[in-house]
């Protein structure tokens, strides 16, 4: 392999790109190439699967995606995009490189491991689909829906070949080892047991408090219930052995595929137990996750995979009851702020954390933990933050300093918003269950208590220092109150918007006065734009943009508003023509938050995967993109002329995950942690000077590419020219 040698100042590596990335790489894959895959899930995991080898996980998330991960490295080989829903379960295929994956809108997909392709959509369930299995042989796929509905499918076809409907909600489903006989349990806690594929026959095993089953042999099913573990023959559905766990009451339950074992998580505590499966005898006890919905053994049984409402997948050794690894998950941002001079942006997730980042050199500035709000109050060169302790905290942007210059308690509950009044020089707070509040900056004192309109439990705000009028949306409801700034009366109540839409009752997600007094304009679910005459407090204009909006931003001429979707698209819309105006197309993942920059050359975009993107407004391209990590920053760039897969800047190289592929996209695996083309990798691309250039601006950036192609480049050719004298021993 030849030698690349980067060099530079102290203190800033250069790194190579283009062409020079693909020779310093091109003979670490015979016939492929590495390339890296960033990011993980950002809520709850549903489910988990391992394949039959045990060399790979499969997981399920509520963020509507699926990602494959090497268990050797805990890296991520691929990600599972393509349901438009929650995704709840999953299951390998028992003899090709391929799983199944369900989701709470009533559809199933058939995935190929190796490229990540939808090879196969099934529909026909309605609702959540909670119970999925796939039979030894690979010919059927079971699956369940809540709207009592069994379905089989054939493979490779997908046809439903059986069907049984008017049955409980069926949360768990299993196929023996023979592929002939189907075991259930439903929402009543009944064990059936089922011809399979037919479906024919159902009959009885067991009825009780039972929440979770696991197959123990063909001939056998022990089910976790208030009583302890209780194993049943599945023909005759006779009790053949209980074993009471006192105090322990288990909720989960795995088998061993020896059958020497049971594995229980149970309440309370959380205790993981392994029970010997002739005996009862508890062999090993440890504190396992909270909150465990998925559970499953590995193939040779010395590993537990537990996957939860914790948002991690634990994998643990049964033996020493210790946590092996832990794959964690990614908060989405729900709100933005820019600092007046665009040089810090402020941001809030859904882990009740505010961050603040120098947009300069893309460095962490901040962490707040606990944090719920956060605005930046420019007279005082201050960030203030509201927190779910209901106080309120004071920070200098400038020091740096890990503790705040000043805490007020403002509230016995969380502080669900703050915002500033005349750049500054005086706030307002409002409680997710309190009054609002205005506060001198300067004097730190409470000015006026809003009392008029109640107790208040308001989610989404607004105020305008034109009109002195503010605007709240009551968590939960969706109307509109208008209330006077300097007094707190009532003004108006808005209600145009719709009360329902689907299955969701909240619907106004956006509030922003327009500038100079033009007037309200609110954005919902619905899929409705509004703009209210704040002289009449009437409906002036309202637009259907055929999508639900969950975020918006207003621009300075009072005009034009800019909106995320549901779907992922970022639109730009005129409130007067109502023409339209596409700045980023539907990816998929919703836009959570937006904000635009102070000069309003760049949009600020976070989608609900955890990432901010930056977009160049004028020409619409991806500058460079933000990943939300708890601890330390990762930033990256989108593939281009210079770098294929893009560059990437963090203090994070755990997190950067690095993947074999062939030269037909091919995944053939992960690169080991420990393996030196990973150093060589990571020497390649991650790259600070780079990213910073691009966040100065995509001209800046095609220089410094440029730059440090061609001296790279130089040095590459002078490596070839002259190499280095080989070591003792090297042949």
């Not at 699967?49 to 890296?75: E, F, H």
């Not at 998580?265 to 919905?293: H, M, N, W």
Request: net charge negative.
């Amino acid at each position: 392999m030849k030698e690349l040698k980067v060099s530079g100042k102290a203190g800033k590596m250069r790194r190579a790109s283009d062409d020079v990335v693909r020779e310093a790489l091109a003979d670490l894959v015979p016939g492929g190439r590495t390339t890296h895959r960033i990011g993980g899930h950002t809520d709850w995991y549903h489910g988990a699967a391992v394949s039959p080898d045990g060399s790979r996980l499969i997981t399920a998330n509520r963020d509507g995606t699926a990602r494959l991960w090497d268990i050797a490295s805990g890296q991520c080989l691929m990600v599972f995009r393509g349901h438009t829903g929650e995704v709840v379960r999953a299951a390998f295929m028992n003899h090709t490189d391929r799983a199944v994956t369900s989701d709470d809108e009533g559809t199933l997909r058939l995935w190929d491991c190796a490229t990540g392709a939808c090879i196969l959509v099934l529909k026909g369930h309605s609702g959540r689909v909670a119970g999925l299995a796939v039979s030894p042989d690979d010919r059927y796929i079971a699956s369940s829906d809540s709207f009592w509905a069994l379905r089989v499918w054939s493979l490779p076809e997908g046809t439903c070949e059986h069907s049984a409907a008017g049955i409980n909600n069926v949360m768990s489903i299993l196929v023996t080892r023979d592929g002939n006989t189907m075991v259930t349990l439903d929402s009543q806690h009944d064990i059936l047991r089922w011809d399979f594929p037919g479906l024919s026959d159902p009959s009885l095993v067991a009825n009780g408090d039972y929440w979770d089953i696991a197959l123990s042999g063909d001939g056998e099913v022990v089910a976790a219930g208030r009583d302890g573990l209780s194993c049943f023959d599945v023909r005759t559905g006779a009790l053949k052995r209980l074993y009471s766990l006192e105090p322990h009451k288990p909720y989960k339950v795995t088998t061993a595929s020896d059958e020497t074992r049971f594995v229980a998580c149970c309440r309370p505590g959380e205790t993981v137990l392994v029970v010997d499966s002739r005996t009862g005898a508890i062999e090993k006890q440890f504190t396992g996750p909270r909150f465990v919905t998925d559970m499953i053994l590995s193939p040779d049984g010395k590993t537990l995979y537990t996957v939860g409402f914790d948002r991690t997948c634990n994998m643990w050794d049964i033996a020493t009851g210790e946590c092996l690894q832990a794959i964690g998950s990614t908060r989405s941002v729900h709100h933005l702020s820019l600092s007046g001079n665009g040089m810090y942006l402020a941001a809030c997730d859904k882990g009740d954390t505010a961050k603040l980042w120098n947009l300069t050199d893309g460095s962490q500035r901040a962490k707040f933990p606990g944090a719920t709000s956060v605005a930046f109050l420019e007279s005082a060169r201050l960030v203030v933050t509201g927190h779910d302790d209901g106080r309120v905290r004071f920070w200098d942007i400038d020091s740096g300093k890990e503790k705040p210059g000043a805490v007020l308690q403002a509230y016995s509950s969380a502080v669900a918003c703050v915002l500033p009044l005349e750049s500054g020089a005086f706030f307002a707070t409002f409680a997710r269950h309190g009054m609002p509040k205005l506060w001198s900056t300067e004097k730190r004192n409470c000015l006026k208590i809003h009392n008029r309109a109640g107790n208040i439990d308001v989610d989404t705000t607004a105020i305008d220092e034109d009109t002195q009028c503010m605007a709240m949306r009551r968590q939960g409801k969706n109307h509109i109150l208008v209330c006077d700034l300097q007094s707190g009366d009532i003004l108006a109540t808005l209600t145009d918007h719709a009360h329902k839409h689907g299955n969701l009752s909240v619907i106004i997600t956006g509030i922003r006065f327009l500038p100079r007094g033009r007037g309200l304009v609110s954005c919902g679910r619905d899929g409705l734009i509004i703009l209210w005459d704040l002289s009449t407090f009437k409906a002036a204009r309202s637009i259907h943009v055929g999508n639900s909006i969950l975020s918006m931003a207003v621009e300075n001429d009072g005009r034009h508003v800019v909106i995320g979707t549901h779907t992922g698209g970022v639109e730009r819309w005129d409130l007067e023509s109502g023409q339209r105006e596409i700045c980023r197309p539907p990816e998929g993942s919703p836009v959570a938050a937006l904000a635009l920059s102070p000069d309003e050359s760049r949009l600020f975009v976070s989608f609900s995967d955890g990432t901010v993107r930056i977009i160049d407004r004028e020409s619409t391209a991806l500058v460079c993109s933000l990943w939300n990590v708890d601890d330390g920053f990762f930033w990256f760039t989108p593939p281009d002329e210079h770098a294929p897969d893009g560059w990437v800047w963090t203090d994070r190289e755990d997190l950067l995950h690095l993947v074999e592929e062939a030269s037909d996209g091919r995944v053939l695996g992960a690169v080991p942690l420990t393996d030196e083309r990973r150093g060589t990798y990571i020497m390649t691309r991650n790259n600070a000077a780079i990213v910073q250039a691009r966040l100065k601006g995509l001209d800046e950036y095609a220089r410094v590419a440029r730059r440090y192609t061609r001296a790279l480049a130089d040095e590459q050719n002078r490596v070839e020219v002259h190499p280095r004298p080989m070591l003792p021993g090297e042949t």
